[in-house]
C-alpha cells in the first residue's frame, strides 16, 4: 500500500503544502490577537480586537475554501483528497474557535478575563505555534516523521492542560460565583477557549493518522 | 476528470433529485411554522406550533434517510456518493436547527420573542426559499450554473445579516437584561435561530463545491 | 453490487469485530458507573467517578485510534474503510457524552441529580448494552439481520423516552426553580445526559446503514 501510496505525491500537486502554511499562519495571528486582547478590558477596545479577529478568521475561510476548490479540481493531490480536506478543515476549525471566544468577549462584555483565561490563550498560542511547525515538516515527513510526530504529542499535552486549567476554574467559579449573568458570561468564554485547545489537538489527531498510513 | 464525472450522470439515476427537492419542502413547512409561531405566545399554542414542527422535522430525517439507504444501494448517482450524502444531511440540518429553537421556545416558555427573534426567523424562511430554488437548479446547473452560483451568494448574505442581528440583540440583552433566568431563555433561542442560517448558509458552501467540480 | 462487497469479507481482516466489541464493552461500563454515581452526591464521591469515567473514556479512545490505525494500514476491511470509522467513532461518542455528563456534575456540583436524571441514565445503560449485543452479531448480521434489525429500532424508542423524559423535566424546571445558578447547573447536566441517548441512538442508524448496504 505504502508504494502505490507514495507514488501518488506527484511534483505538480505540490501547491497544497504553501496553501496548508498559509492557513496555519492564519491560526497564529488570530492567536496572537487574543492573547493581546485580554490585556484590555474596555469593550471599544474588545470589539476592535473581535473585529480584527474576524478579519482574520475570513481570511481563514477563505484559504480552506481555496483548498477545497482545489481538492475538488485536482486528481492527484499528495495524499489521499480527504485526509488534506479533513486537515485543512481541523486546521481552522483553531480559528474558528478563538473566533467564537473574541465573539463572546466583544458582545457579552464580562468582568476582566482572568489568570486562567490567559493560561488556556497561552496554550492556544503554544498551540497554534505547532501547527505552524507541523505544516513546515508536512512535505518531508514521510521519509523523518520524529518530528512531526512531536508536534502531535506536544498537542496533546497542551489540552490536557487547558483541561486541567478549565475544570478547576470552573469549579471554583460555581461555588463562589454569586452574579449569576457574570457567571454565564465567564463560563462560556472559558469552554470556548478550552474548545478551541480541543480543536489544536484534533489537528494532532488528523496529523498522527497521516503519519500511520504515510510514514 | 470533468468527462468521467458527466459519465457518471446516468438517467435512471435521476430519482435523486424529486427526493432532494421533497426535502427542500420540508425546510420550507418548518421555517414557514416557526415565523407563524412567533406571533403566538402562550405556552399551548407554542407547544402546538413544537409539535407540528416536530412532525416536519420526522418527515425531513425520513427522506434523508431514504436518501442516504438509496446511496448505499446505487452504484451509479449523479453526482459523487458523498456529494449527494451531504447535501442532502446539510439540507436536513436546516430542518433540525428550526425544530431547536421551536423545541425551546415551547419548553423554556420566555416572554413574547420581539423583533430581532422574528426578523432571524425571516432570515430562515429566505433561506429555505432559496434552498428550494436551489433544488430546482440542481438537475440543469452544470450547463448554466449562473442561478444556483446566486443562490450560494444570498445564502451567505443572509448568514451575515443574521450574525448582526444577532450579536446586536445579544450584547443589548446583556446590558439590559436583570433577569438572569429570562436571559438564559431569550439567549439560547436566538443562538438556535442563528444557527438555523448558519446551516442554511452550509447548504450554499456544499452547493458551491458542486459548482466548482462539476460545472 | 451485494457480491463485490461480500467478497471483500476476508477471513484475515476479522481483527476489526474483536476491536470494535471491546469498544462497546468501554461504553457499557462507563454507563455503569454513571448509574452507580448518581447514588452519590458529596463532591468527593462526584469527582471520584468522574475520573474513574475518565480513564475508561481515555480507553475508548485508545481502542478507537487503534482502529483508525488500522483502518489506515489495512486494504481489505471487512466493510467499506469509512462504514467502520462511522461505526467506531459513534460508539466511542456514547462514551464521550457520558464522560460530559459525569465532568459537568462534578465541576459543577449541584443539588442530588432527581429521578428524571435517573431514569436518563438508566435509559444510557441500555443503549449501551443494545449497543454491545449489535457489536455480537456484527459478523453475522449479513446472513440474518433481524436481530442487529432489533437493536437499531430499540435504541431509536430509547431516544423517543429520553426526549420526552427531558423536554418535560425542561419545562418544569424553567416554570419551578428560582435559583438561576442552580437552574444553569442541572439544565446542561440533563442536556448532556440527553445527549448521550441520541448519540447511541445515532449507532443504530450508522448499524441500520449497513444492513441496508450489506444484507
Redesign the interface.
Known sequence: ?KNSLLSRFAPKETKFFPMLKQLSKTVASASELLTESLKHSTSEERLDYYRKIKDVEREGDQIT?RI??EL??T?ITPFDREDIHDLAFSIDDVTDGINSAA?RI????PREIGDSGKELASLIQQGASLVCKAMDELETFTKNPASLSECCVKLHDLENRADDIY?LF??QL??N??D??E???I?EIMQELEKATDAAEHVG?IL??LI??YA
Open positions: 500500500m475554501n477545497f476548490d475538488g479540481k486528481f465573539k466583544a458582545i457579552y462584555n475544570e470552573i469549579t460555581f461555588s460565583e454569586k449569576c449573568i457567571l454565564i458570561k463560563k489527531k498522527k493518522s500511520v498510513k
